[in-house]
C-alpha cells in the first residue's frame, strides 16, 4: 500500500488502529474522498478496464445523474466466470423486494454526506442501507447495461448464521426505508433468501369491479366465479359479467341464478362481435368500484388475498397496472410480466418455466416494475382508467391491455408485477413456443406501428444483454 501510494497520488491509505468494521472503515475512506462522484467495490473484487469510462460517458450524457450501477458477473475465486448479473433500469419496487443493485455502483458524494455514509448497526446489509438511504435523497439513477465488475463468490460467506443477520438486517433497513417515505406497511422476510415483502396497509376497503367477458363455455365461467367467491377473503367487491352472445340455454340458466342470488352481480349484454377492447370498455361503465380488476373468464384463484395484494398496490398514487402472478394447469408460468420488443412485439416473459424456481434474480418471487402486464387479471384505478380513456378499441383481439399499460406509462404511472396475486390461468397450453404463429396480425400490425418507437429503443425493465427470442431460466449465462 505504501508503494502504490508513493507512485501514484490518487491513490490515498490511511491505517486504522483498531478493526472498526466494515461500515467504519468505509466511512473513513469517504472522508478521505475529494471527487465529484464516489464508487464501490470490495477489496478482492475487480473492476474492468472500461469502467470508469462508461460511468463518465454516461455523466457526459446525463449531467444530473446522481445514481449509477451497472452489470457483473460472479466469478470462482480462482477467477472463472460462473453467473452473470443482468439487470433492469431502475425499478423502485424490484429494489424494495431484493438488493438487486450491488456493483458497480457510484453516487453523488454530495449524497453520501447529507446521508451521513455508512450506518454501523447495519454491518451486514450496510450496502443496501445506504443504496435505500440514497434513493430517498435521489431518483436520478441510471443503470449501465453493461459488465464493468467481477464479483469474487466464497463458500465462507454463505453460513447459515450469517444469512439470518443479512436478512434480518436487510429487513430494517427496508422498513427504516419504510417509514422515512411514510409507507404505512410492514416488511417480511420470504423463505427465499435476501429477497422480501414490502406489505402496505390496505386503505379504507374501497370497492372493487370485477369484470369478466364471456361467451357459453359455463364450465369455465362457474369455476372462476366460485373461486372468487370460495376464496377470496376481501370482501368489498362486485362482479360484472358480460355476456357476449352466448347461445346455450345452460348459459342463460346460469346468468339468471348468479343475478337472483346475487346482490352484488350484474349480467350485462353485449350483443355485437367480439372486441375484447370494446367490451370491456362498455362494461367498465357500469362499475361502481373505485378499482376495475379485468379477470378472464378462464382463471381460477388460488390464494385468499389474491385482492388485497393487487389492491395495496392499485391504491398507490404513482401505480397504474397491476398484474398477477398466472400459472397453466400444470403449473408452469404463464404470467409474471410482459416485456415490449419480445418477437419483435410483446411477450409475456419466462412463459413455461417451473413456478417452483425462483427465476432469474428472482423475478418469479418479486414485485417488480414491468412495461405491461395481462388483463387476463389487471387492476387499474377507474381515476386512471377514464383518464386515459380506456381501451383502445382498435385492438378486437390482442394488444389491447399492452396498449393500455404503456398509455399508462406515458401519463406518468408505474405498472408493476406482484407475485402475491396467484391465479390459475386454464388457457391451451398446447398453442406451442412458436413466435411465428400470430393469432391476431391486424392487431400486431397496429401495435408495432403505434409503438415502433418504444420497441426500437429496447423494454427498460429487460436487459438488453438478454435474450429477445426464448424466455426460458437462464441459471448460466455464458461470459
Known sequence: LDHYQREDGRIKVKYLNENKGISNASNEALALASGEFVGFLDHDDQLLAHALYEVVQLLNWN????FIYSDEIMISEGGKPIYALFRPDFSLDYLLSHCYI??????????LKEIGGFRTDFAVSQDYDLFLRAVSQTRNISHIPKI???????????GHQLKERVMESSRRALQDFADREGICGVVKGTKHFNFF????NILDQPKISIIIPTRDRIDLLSRCIESIQAKSSYGNYEVIVVDNLSQEEESAAYFDSLQRNHNDYKILKFDEKFNYSRLNNYAAKFALGDHLLFLNNDVEVLNPDWLEAMLEQSQRDEIG???AKLLYPDKKIQHVGVIVGGGGRAEHIYKWSDSNHIGYMGHFVSIRNYSA?????LMIRRSIFDEVGGFDEGYEVGFGDVDLCLRV?????ENLFTPYAELIHHESATRGRSLSIDPHPSDTKRFMEKWKKYIDKGDPYYNPNLPLDCFDILPYVSW
Open 63 to 66: 449531467a444530473n445523474t446522481d
Open 102 to 111: 450491488i456493483h458497480f455502483a457510484v453516487i453523488r458524494r454530495s449524497i
Open 197 to 200: 415483502r414490502l406489505k402496505r
Open 373 to 377: 402486464v395481462t388483463a387476463a387479471c
Open 409 to 413: 406509462r406515458e401519463l406518468g404511472y
Open 321 to 323: 397496472c397491476v398484474g
Open 148 to 158: 464493468l465488475y467481477k464479483w469474487r463468490q466464497h463458500q465462507a460467506s454463505s
